[in-house]
């Protein structure tokens, strides 16, 4: 992070000259928010500056939001900007797509007006409309240049019939809708929630929660109230304390919703508004509390080294997003089996689920965890056609190495310490006491500590490397053994997913090395017959073809008709089921408890 920093200083000082000492005298800023076009999508935003002493004033909107590793060029949204001392215009203009440069000279007081558009939804970016605003602070508040330390006050002048604000941001003075971070870190880090949403409350691990529900939805209030305090208790078990004094849960209801955002006091969350009702629906919004939590720890204080201070104009790269992400999206699940809301077999079904999606992904061959989480911003937030033939998620490859690095720990300490341990004591090491991220190394290191030895081989296997998981040999440390259903079958397959609308097959992706890759068929071909039979639905490309068999397939590319020669190849498909071994051990019986919570 360092290095970015002054790499982007140099550069500022080459280019703009004034801004060297304006770090100096505290700054007085404040914002003010209203919603005169909330219908249309549109927050105003007045923001006063006194105390300045700098010549000339760089106000900077980020471009992206942290925690979601994609450049948005929020600057994109804002117009109307301008600028005033006194009640009268001063100069002001772009320097660059983010930095707009007011001429300050001899005065100390500047105000600035601008209006953005807001109208993405999603957990990372501002909404606006009639019903409510969602101020995702990142892409709607402009910082002063060399001052993200300083403080600053938000007022929201609510649109009509909005009588509530939600956020982890404290109120000044009593006035809920008057609020005040005490620097830019937190800003950005605190997303706003204005409108009539429905709010609750609970008490978990001594801090105070509040759940603002947006969008209504069947979601049963008493049953979050004794469900979401397990998996908040539980998560504070791991780290053995909550650092939060309140905690936010804002979440928006949506007819599909999904996905979450994660905050140091907060969290945004996407829920589908009827999606409550099933098991299934319910504990998926569930485990999505979890993930999201668990974060407030696993990457909002203990976290990788590059990742705060942020830089908010640039991509902050690390090639560890797989402990970030990969072990969050692992503990949602545990956490959850642990605090008696995922039964023993079903989490274990899901982990056998979860192998062989790995195993079955072209992709995982290709890109090893360190390198998915170092092109995040290029690959992982930018998919393609090819994505899965050329990518693996660290999400789904870092929950992987934890569940084999847990069972390690587990297994090699005899069931007295698991990856909880290392949690929790990087969490005291480096977030508590030293103050800082880690590095690749320092998390390598405490990994070796409760594991007992070097763990350099598996690094070179599964974080630097592509190697497949050693299923039979993680899972056989708790007494249980891996088979593939698949094994042994000539089913044959094309290796082609489509989209079907208006009975008409289009090829949306070609799997790397299968029969449609291998003989040339196309994404974005129309599939239009085989055989010279016309086929209408995807379903019926190869029924009762074999492993072996040549076929035709007529497609229609670029308008023009083609009939390839197709040889069908045996489906290399995997699908694991994880059971429990006859005869386990004493010690592998006291594996699978510890692992489990059983
Ligand atoms: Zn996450």
């Known amino acids: 992070m360092k290095k970015f920093l002054s790499l ?69 949204n804002v117009e109307g900007f301008t600028a005033w001392n006194n009640g009268k215009a001063i100069d002001a ?116 929660y509040e759940v603002a529900m947006y969008g209504g939805g069947n979601y049963d209030k008493e049953r979050l109230k004794a469900d979401m305090p397990k998996v908040i208790e539980q998560h504070t078990k791991i780290f053995g304390e909550n650092p939060n004094k309140r905690y936010v849960f804002i979440v928006h209801n949506f007819l599909r919703g999904g996905g979450g955002l994660e905050h140091l006091s907060s969290t945004v969350l996407g829920a589908s508004r009827d999606g409550y009702g099933t098991e299934r629906g319910y504990l998926g919004f569930l485990e999505l509390v979890s993930h999201e939590h668990f974060h407030l720890w696993n990457v909002k204080r203990l976290r990788p080294i590059a990742l705060g201070p942020f830089d908010y104009e640039n991509e902050n790269y690390t090639t560890n997003l797989w402990i970030a992400e990969g072990f969050t999206a692992y503990y949602e699940a545990k956490a959850m089996r642990h605090a008696g809301l995922l039964p ?50 660290y999400y789904g490859k870092g929950a992987i190495i934890a569940y084999m690095l847990d069972l390690e720990i587990i297994n090699s300490s005899n069931a007295k310490y698991s990856l909880d341990d290392v949690m929790k004591h990087m969490y005291n090491e480096y977030y508590k006491v030293k103050k800082r991220g880690y590095t690749d190394a320092e998390f390598k290191l405490g990994l070796e500590k409760f594991a007992g030895k070097k763990l350099d081989d598996f690094y070179k296997k599964y974080v630097t490397g592509v190697e497949f998981p050693d299923n039979e040999t993680y899972l056989g440390y708790a007494g249980y053994k891996v088979s593939d259903e698949l094994a042994g079958s000539n089913t044959p397959s094309l290796g082609i997913a489509t989209s079907n609308a208006g009975n008409r097959i289009i090829v949306t992706a070609v799997s790397r090395n299968s029969s449609a890759w291998v003989d040339g068929i196309n994404v974005n071909d129309e599939i239009t017959a085989v055989d010279g039979n016309p086929v209408t639905d995807p379903a019926n490309l190869i029924v009762n073809k074999n492993a072996g068999d040549k076929i035709n397939v007529t497609v229609i590319r670029d308008g023009k008709q083609l009939v390839l020669p197709v040889t069908l190849l ?18 592998q019986l006291a594996v699978r408890k510890k692992w489990l919570n059983l």
């Open 344 to 393: 023993a077999d079903g989490y274990v079904n899901t982990l056998a689920g979860s192998l062989s999606n790995h195993d079955n992904q072209p992709g995982s061959k290709i890109q090893s965890a360190a390198e998915s989480s170092f092109d995040a911003w290029i690959k992982f937030y930018r998919p393609n056609e090819n994505s899965n033939n050329s990518t693996i998620s």
């Open 570 to 587: 045996k489906s290399t498909r995997v699908k694991y089921k994880i059971e429990q071994a006859d005869n386990a051990t004493d010690k």
């Open 93 to 208: 203009g772009k320097v660059n797509k983010n930095t707009w440069r007011i001429n300050t000279t001899g005065i100390s007081e500047l105000t600035v007006k601008y209006r953005v558009y807001a109208n993405e939804i999603s957990v990372r970016t501002a909404f606006i409309d009639a019903s409510h605003a969602f101020l995702s602070t990142s892409g709607l508040f402009l910082y002063p240049q060399g001052m993200l330390d300083q403080a600053s006050t938000i007022k929201i002048v609510p649109y009509k019939g909005w009588t509530t604000v939600s956020t982890s941001l404290n109120p000044v003075g009593g006035d809920q809708f008057t609020v005040t971070a005490p620097n830019y870190d937190i800003l950005f880090d605190s997303p706003i929630e204005v409108g009539t949403q429905d709010v609750f409350g609970f008490k978990a691990a001594g801090v105070n």
């Open 8 to 76: 982007v200083y140099t550069f500022l000082t080459l280019n703009l000259m004034s801004i060297t000492a304006n770090a100096a005298p505290a700054a007085r800023i404040s914002y003010t928010v209203t919603f005169p076009e909330a219908q249309a999508h549109y927050v105003d935003i007045e923001m006063k500056l006194s105390g300045l002493t700098q010549k000339t004033t760089n106000l900077k909107m980020p471009v992206w939001t942290p925690g979601s590793y994609l450049v948005r060029e929020f600057a994109k």
